[in-house]
């Protein structure tokens, strides 16, 4: 996700004279326009999102993240490095970033983030017609099942395991009762 702050309302009584020219500062500064990641040797394995990346303007960020389908290529392909380019004021700039096995990481809470970032990138590239809807739902289901993650085409069940059964007779609850609607 990017890191845009934007100004869409003022409260009753504020000036808005300092917003418009917060605004208008941000507007009149260079801009890092089309903005690529390339990832070399790892290319064919690696699976990114959001895949078309935002303009970023000073004190801006965006997440770029990205799985590789393999998590023992980085060890096979050795001087492995990402290319972040982009362009400000027409100028190209180039940034190198070395990959290193052991920066991998192995934290399934970061794999899951993963895995919904690139889920949203693929419904989007769906709805705006970038993506086959039969392909790109192959691709959210097999990465939704593989990383537990709530989609558009999956669901998550939870299953309760008890050792010991309970007694007593079942009781119909009416959920609708208990519900509070904010």
Known sequence: SSGINAEYGVASGVRMEGKVLAQLKKALVPVWGETRVEWGKLEPYIHQAPLILPPLFP????HIYALLSDSNILNERE???????????????????????????????????????IISDIEKR???????????????????TKYSVVSK?????????????TEGTMETEDVNENLRVA
């Open 59 to 62: 004190g801006e960020f965006v």
């Open 79 to 117: 001087g492995a490095e990402v290319k972040l380019s982009g362009s400000i004021t027409g100028k190209n700039v180039e940034f190198f970033i070395p990959l290193f096995s052991e920066n991998v990481s192995n934290n399934n809470l970061v794999h899951t983030l993963t895995a919904k970032a």
């Open 126 to 144: 769906i709805e705006s017609n970038e993506v086959p809807l039969s392909e790109g739902k192959t691709q959210i289901i097999k990465l939704a």
């Open 153 to 165: 085409y999956t669901s998550l069940i939870a299953k309760e395991v008890r050792s010991t059964l």
